[in-house]
């Protein structure tokens, strides 16, 4: 079983940056594949981002290509995303998750935190 913990959210003005954390406990983090997924009001929630075990392999979502970047430390038991040049749409709950394989679908996970709320003001 393991345990998901999001932080770093928070509320930034359109152009700026924030980065989440994602702390894992209660399993082996390296035997899993992470993944950033968001939701917006009223929206299912959509893949933004995965990451392979060892972090040699990364995949985004077409919206956010070129200004997020997931990555990972197994050392630390942690999953990064680094998001710039943010914009209004990206405004979101974001949630980390755990599978088996870096995979873009939310039944592809199977284990999830509690999320971690991003405001971009226009």
């Known amino acids: 079983q393991v345990q998901l913990v999001e932080s770093g959210g928070g509320l930034v003005q359109t152009g700026g940056s924030l980065r989440l954390s994602c702390a894992a406990s209660?399993?082996?983090?390296?035997?899993?594949?992470m993944g950033w997924f968001r939701q917006a009001p009223g929206n299912e929630r959509e893949f933004v981002a995965n990451?392979?075990?060892?972090?040699?392999?990364?995949y985004y979502a077409d919206s956010v290509k070129g200004r997020f970047t997931i990555s990972r430390d197994n050392a630390k038991n942690t999953v990064y995303l680094q998001m710039n040049s943010l914009k209004p749409d990206d405004t979101a709950v974001y949630y980390c998750?755990?599978?088996?394989?870096?995979?873009?679908?939310?039944?592809?996970?199977?284990?999830w935190g509690q999320g971690t709320q991003v405001t971009v003001s226009s």
């Open positions: 998750a755990a599978g088996r394989w870096p995979r873009t679908l939310v039944n592809d996970y199977d284990y």
């Open positions: 209660g399993g082996s983090f390296g035997w899993y594949a």
């Open positions: 990451i392979s075990r060892g972090g040699g392999r990364l």
